[in-house]
């Protein structure tokens, strides 16, 4: 909840606990999870590839972890972009609070597909990746495996 504190004459406004003023950290469940997290990381869309790779990349900055990260077609024409924050980081998954854009030819008549909001990435099984849990299009019906891979 914002709270406002208003003084007449200066009108001193001070705001706390507030996130349109000020990001909060992101919460760290898991420590050693955090350090899998940093760095560089492969990154993939099936309908691109399974055989190259695209990167993305977390960074911290304040106590706030950041992922932006791009894979490209080999002819530039397809793509995905992720860009946002990690609001939280647990054992087996992570909770990511940004931007995911898929741009694929066969895929929503050729045009880029937006998708924004708190997502969920998650560990199963023995995979050596954390897989995005909201596999389903949001602009088509088929079912999109974006995946950062263990460094």
């Avoid at 990690?86 to 998708?115: L, Q, W, Y």
């Avoid at 969920?120 to 389903?136: A, H, P, S, V």
Wanted: net charge positive.
């Amino acid at each position: 909840m914002c709270k406002t504190k208003f003084l007449i004459g200066f009108l001193l406004i001070t705001v706390f606990n507030c996130a349109v003023f000020a990001q909060q950290k992101t919460k760290i469940l898991d420590p050693q999870s955090k350090t899998m997290l940093l760095g560089r990381h492969r990154l993939s869309l099936q309908w691109i590839s399974w055989d190259y790779f695209g990167t993305a990349t977390v960074t911290q900055k304040n106590g706030i972890l950041y992922l932006k990260g791009r894979q490209s077609s080999r002819d530039k024409k397809d793509f995905l972009t992720i860009d946002g924050i990690i609001t939280s980081v647990g054992a087996k998954e992570f909770k990511f609070d940004g931007k995911i854009v898929m741009k694929i030819s066969h895929i929503n008549g050729g045009e880029p597909c937006p998708r924004e909001g708190e997502m969920t990435f998650k560990i199963t099984g023995k995979r050596k990746y954390w897989r995005l849990q909201e596999m389903n299009s949001p602009c088509d019906t088929t079912t999109d495996y974006v995946d950062i891979f263990f460094r």
